[in-house]
């Protein structure tokens, strides 16, 4: 056990890199399947299973934007439906 080692450190830092570049994936895999969404089922089907996996704050956040972006897909055609 030798405490000036520093190699903790380094693995450490190696992992927490690791961890964001898989945030960053997994958001990817978001933005790339909301892409395909063309109806508000398959939004709120899609927002549904998101959530359901979304444990971390920085994909929990994607999910929101992504909610938030199907409430704009509903708002549009109750619009398109009132003309």
Do not use: P
């Amino acid at each position: 056990m030798d405490v000036k080692a520093s190699n903790w450190h380094e693995e450490y830092n190696t992992f927490k890199s690791g961890v964001k570049e898989l945030d960053v994936m997994y958001q990817n895999v978001i933005d790339f399947a909301f892409k395909q969404v063309t109806t508000i089922e398959q939004g709120v089907n899609m927002l549904e299973a998101f959530d359901y996996l979304a444990k971390r704050d920085s994909i929990k956040t994607c999910v929101k934007k992504k909610a938030i972006e199907v409430m704009n897909l509903f708002i549009s055609e109750i619009e398109s439906a009132k003309q």
